[in-house]
């Protein structure tokens, strides 16, 4: 296995496939394969995707979504024969098109997983323990490459889950792109009334559970957010009309 981009999730599966016995390659920068070396989550680094993918069976991108796509094509110049590609990303439509067109065996995947956390540091082998894992299979992704992914989602503790790449950015929408914009916009309310921002502190665990998601990355969620905006809008509009019934 080779894991491209070491942070939260890729970090994540880095550490659940070694506990599970694969040897793990990971990609990044100097400082963060030091750090996944150091914690023993992989079995060794190399600098460029392109190693990885001459030598992987599998090669996961677990990096933003316009890195992704950047990767993917860069992997697909070096792939040897017989690699399957996957991805861990949280919009699936743009990134299965492009393996389409590129020839990969490809099979896009979302593990329902994670935390507020970023980075290696925020990794943690248990995370994908019984959550679910949406594959996504392109059209050379069907076989042997999603019978691969299936494997690996199991190792790392997850439930694998099949869809079409238009079913699940149109799910994740609702289940998770607009539950990160009522978070943000939550906390940012409370924090624009004066007497409210006063006394945060009093709040109880409903109030913390609902704006946990608050505290994720922003730049990388606007990414997320841009990429399934169609969804993501038809969500949000959802959303507010059962809002105003339930007033």
Not at 27 to 40: E, I, K, Q
Not at 221 to 228: G, H, P, Q, T, V
Request: charged residues 25%; glycine residues 10%.
């Amino acid at each position: 296995m080779a894991i491209v981009g070491l942070g939260l999730i890729g970090g994540s599966l880095a550490r659940a496939l070694t506990r599970a016995g694969y040897p793990v390659v990971g990609v990044d920068r100097p400082a963060v394969r030091r750090r996944a070396r150091a914690a023993r989550a992989v079995a060794r680094t190399v600098a460029r995707p392109e190693e990885a993918a001459r030598s992987a069976d599998v090669l996961v991108l677990a990096a933003p979504p316009s890195v992704n796509l950047r990767l993917l094509r860069r992997v697909a110049r070096r792939a040897r024969s017989g690699l399957v590609v996957t991805d861990v990303g949280s919009v699936k439509a743009p990134i299965v098109r492009e393996a389409d067109r590129l020839g990969l065996a490809f099979v896009g995947g979302h593990p329902m997983a994670g935390n507020e956390g970023s980075g290696f540091r925020a990794s943690e082998a248990g995370v994908f323990r019984g959550r679910s894992w949406i594959l996504c299979p392109g059209r050379r992704g069907a076989g042997r490459a999603l019978a691969a992914v299936r494997r690996l989602a199991r190792a790392a503790g997850a439930r694998p889950v099949r869809m079409d790449a238009a079913e699940h950015d149109r799910v994740v929408a609702f289940l998770s792109h607009v539950p990160q914009l009522v978070s943000w916009a939550l906390l940012d309310a409370a924090r624009a009334d004066p007497l409210a921002v006063r006394r945060l502190t009093v709040a109880g665990p409903g109030f913390a559970g609902m704006t946990r998601l608050a505290a994720s990355p922003p730049g990388l969620w606007r990414e997320i957010l841009a990429e399934n905006r169609r969804e993501t809008d038809r969500a949000l509009a959802g959303f507010l009309r059962a809002l105003r019934r339930r007033r």
